[in-house]
């Protein structure tokens, strides 16, 4: 696994659908703002909560989106760890697996 890669990959892909529907995507990234520059979290909170969600829902590219999101903003391996934990308290089997996942992405990250 190059979680590198797989964001870049990503990222590309976002782009293409970013050409093939703007409006639509201006609209979703609008609201992204707002969560992420409104109400009384911060952004590492938020990027704990939507981490979460993204192990119990399954979502490799979010996985990785938002342990690279948590890195820049400051989070430490022992609190996303905390993140995981609770992910799989939430999304059981499944949950284990991607929180696994998650960790792996996070020290792939750390090491570039």
């Known amino acids: 696994m ?3 890669a797989s964001i ?3 990222k590309d892909q976002l782009r293409n659908l970013n ?3 703007p409006e639509q995507t201006r609209g979703y990234g609008a609201m992204q703002k707002a969560i992420k520059e ?3 979290l911060g952004v590492k909170e938020k990027e704990f909560i939507a981490l979460g969600i993204a192990i119990a829902t399954r979502c490799m ?11 820049k903003a400051g989070a430490t391996r ?3 760890g905390d993140v995981c934990a609770m992910a799989i308290n939430m999304a059981g089997g499944p949950g284990l697996m991607y929180a696994a996942k998650a960790l792996a992405v996070w020290d792939q990250l750390a090491e570039a």
């Open 8 to 10: 870049s990959e990503m």
């Open 38 to 40: 409104g109400g009384v």
């Open 78 to 80: 022992e609190e996303m």
């Open 61 to 71: 590219p979010c996985v990785e989106f938002h342990v690279d999101a948590l890195m």
């Open 19 to 21: 050409r093939a529907l």
């Open 2 to 4: 190059d979680s590198k």
